[in-house]
């Protein structure tokens, strides 16, 4: 695995990054990381416990004054350098996030690492414009203003499907609002995080502001979410752990940022361009192997263009080419690990009893049978009650549904307990307004899905979260408002004071 990152190398000295240095974890316990492509082993290291939580919480508290104290043009200097220093590593980042994902080198070349550089240079410039809204003589005998002010220690926590960019999700804005930050990725994928925050240090921004602790959910995360010296938690990750995270977070009162789990429709009004949403609707859900929150999960597709939607999707899957990561010419990566392949598969077997698999539906062989692969898979005739209608997959699948008029189309894009992103295609710009009116998902894209961009938000509507990443919005996360109110009148004995004492 060495020629591909020399992770074993490069994390040699420990896979928990606190204080501006990697150190090892004292939990007792240790993690392998394992390459889906191949089911090598790409790293040992020991998992944080309590203590190394406690130790990157004071680094990122004792970091605070600081950088709360610094102005927005030293922070933003800072993450343009930052940008800077992660432009020259891409190709690091590009390796060691296809080695512990699994993803197509041309797909964390193009998007993962592209997108984590462009992310840091838009809140190199956000930093800039942070600003309360209001000023004013709003009594008439006081000038109130809003200040816009950090919040303290942010505790992070993050999936494994997009580790760097989840980390830079997560890091950015609370950095640029002036909070220090401890995050901790999946365990099964922290080289890039790790990485991210080395890259940090370079840029010269503080000891202590950008902490990594690598631990289990169980030990690590919630001792992080329930720290007292942290301030605000914000989790990425699947809704039934966000509601952990939630209880936990909830019982030591602090502010809460939850991007949860994803059910995504596509829906196709009988007037689209059809080879456009078949397309569209390959790539929204084989993208980095269908393991995205808001990759197209369901399509729904107006009776006339039904059939033909089906075949065209079909025939345009089993073009894609599954492959090693690190090969030219692959489109389709592993799955992030085999327990992941297993549970996809296992709900691809189930629906057997029930629904049609149309392509796909099994694990690959011959070179590629030790690695956790599945091939592009196509389902229809499930019921929109049915398991793989409802539930989040998280791989390769796309399941396929008709439906007759344009009401009956939104209430099924609708109906799921997820709210996270949908796409609706259509030439009709009416029916598209009124898609991206009734669909209730944090975003709709109308003949496209998937792209996603610096300066627009990312969050969820419903069991999918709330909160937004990305975007200047994400400092509503990030900051907390104060009302500041001062007197005009000078005078000792005011009028509302009558109210309290007196009659004048
Ligand atoms: P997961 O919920 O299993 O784990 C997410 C993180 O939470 C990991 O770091 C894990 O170690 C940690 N964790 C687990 N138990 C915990 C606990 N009790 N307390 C604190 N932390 C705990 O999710 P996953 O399988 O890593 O990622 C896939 C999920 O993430 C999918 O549901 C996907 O939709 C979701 N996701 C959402 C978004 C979004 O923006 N809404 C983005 C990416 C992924």
């Not at 197209?296 to 939607?309: G, H, S």
């Not at 992103?421 to 598209?432: K, L």
Request: a negative charge.
């Amino acid at each position: 695995m060495q020629d591909r990152f020399p992770a074993q190398e490069r994390f040699s000295d420990g896979a928990q990054y606190i204080a501006g240095r990697l150190t090892k974890g004292t939990s007792g316990a240790a993690h392998t990381v394992v390459d889906p492509a191949t089911g090598e082993e790409v790293l040992t290291y020991e998992l944080a416990g309590a203590g190394d939580v406690d130790a990157a919480v004071a680094a990122a508290r004792a970091a605070f004054t600081g950088w709360s104290a610094a102005t927005p043009g030293e922070r933003s200097d800072a993450l343009h350098r930052f940008a800077a220093v992660l432009a020259d590593r891409a190709e690091d980042l590009a390796r060691a996030e296809s080695l512990q994902c699994g993803k197509p080198l041309k797909l964390t070349r193009e998007f993962d690492v592209p997108g984590t550089i462009d992310n840091t240079s838009f809140f190199a410039g956000a930093a800039r414009h942070l600003a309360g809204q209001s000023a004013g003589e709003y009594s008439g005998d006081h000038t109130s203003y809003v200040r816009r002010e950090p919040i303290g220690v942010v505790g992070s926590i993050a999936p494994w499907n997009y580790p760097l960019q989840m980390a830079a999700w997560k890091i950015l804005p609370a950095i640029a609002a002036g909070n220090t930050i401890v995050l901790k990725p999946a365990e099964l994928t922290p080289l890039t995080s790790l990485l991210f925050a080395q890259a940090a240090t370079e840029a010269g921004i503080p000891d202590g502001v950008v902490n990594i602790v690598t631990g289990t959910g169980r030990t690590a995360g919630e001792h992080l979410v329930g720290h007292p010296d942290v301030a605000m938690t914000s989790f990425t990750g699947s809704t039934a752990v966000g509601k952990r995270v939630a209880e936990v977070a909830t019982a030591t009162v602090k502010r809460l940022h939850l991007e949860l789990g994803g059910k995504a429709p596509l829906l196709v009004f009988d007037d689209a361009d059809l080879e456009a949403a078949a397309n569209g609707a390959v790539a929204g859900a084989l993208i980095n192997t269908g393991q995205d929150c808001t990759a197209a999960t369901r399509a729904y597709v107006q009776r006339p263009l039904y059939e033909a939607f089906v075949e065209r999707t079909a025939a345009l899957m089993e073009t894609v080419r599954v492959g090693d990561p690190f090969a030219p010419g692959t489109d389709l990566g592993p799955l992030v690990s085999h327990l992941q392949r297993d549970r996809v598969a296992a709900f691809v077997d189930r629906a057997r009893g029930y629904a049609r698999v149309v392509t796909g539906g099994e694990a690959p062989q011959g070179e590629l049978k030790n690695g956790a692969y599945y091939l592009p898979t196509l389902i229809a005739g499930a019921a929109q009650d049915s398991e793989v209608v409802q539930s989040e997959i998280f791989g390769p699948v796309l399941v396929v549904l008709p439906f007759d008029g344009d009401d009956e189309g939104i209430a099924l894009a609708n109906d799921t307990p997820y709210g996270l992103a949908a796409s609706a295609w259509t030439r009709d710009v009416f029916r598209a307004n009124r898609a991206t009116r009734e669909i209730k998902a944090g975003c709709v894209w109308i003949n496209d899905h998937i792209p996603i961009i610096s300066e627009m938000p990312h969050g969820g509507y419903k069991a999918s979260g709330f909160g937004k990443d990305m975007s200047a919005y994400s400092f509503e996360e990030y900051t907390q408002v104060k009302h500041v109110m001062f007197d005009n009148t000078a005078v000792a004995r005011k009028p509302w004071h009558r109210t309290v004492f007196g009659d004048s």
